[in-house]
């Protein structure tokens, strides 16, 4: 079965860091650009980061620029999204996806919302 399952999520002080995880079950990841998308309760969906499929170019949304980091290790067929300095409006179940484009801008990323087919997710809570 292919698939993407993400983890790493968990409870997390305000200021504190958390690095989740997305691996690839079934294909190799290596062809995919890969984003990370989150929902809080009550909220849309949103884009949060991507990387594309083989130069490693990056995009973030504004929310979460300069505090997080995607990177991919194609020899684990993983994709990680480093987050620091988390804020209680980073809580959210977080999913990542492969996108429709082997690029990654904030277009593709954003285009990737529009197909309604999400894996379970891993809950981010920011609370002290």
């Known amino acids: 079965q292919v698939q993407l399952v993400e983890s790493g999520g968990g409870l997390v002080q305000p200021g504190g860091s958390l690095r989740l995880s997305c691996a690839s079950s079934?294909?190799?990841?290596?062809?995919?650009?890969i984003g990370w998308f989150r929902q809080a309760p009550g909220q849309e969906r949103e884009g949060v980061s991507c990387?594309?499929?083989?130069?490693?170019?990056?995009a973030y949304a504004d929310s979460v620029k300069g505090r997080t980091t995607i990177s991919r290790d194609n020899a684990k067929n993983t994709v990680y999204l480093q987050m620091s300095s988390l804020k209680s409006d980073d809580t959210a179940v977080y999913y990542c996806?492969?996108?429709?484009?082997?690029?990654?801008?904030?277009?593709?990323?954003?285009?990737?919302?529009?197909?309604?087919?999400w894996g379970r997710g891993t809950q981010v809570t920011v609370s002290s």
């Open positions: 990387i594309s499929a083989k130069d490693g170019v990056t």
């Open positions: 079934g294909f190799n990841l290596d062809y995919y650009a």
């Open positions: 996806a492969t996108l429709f484009s082997v690029s990654c801008t904030i277009g593709t990323l954003t285009a990737r919302l529009s197909h309604d087919s």
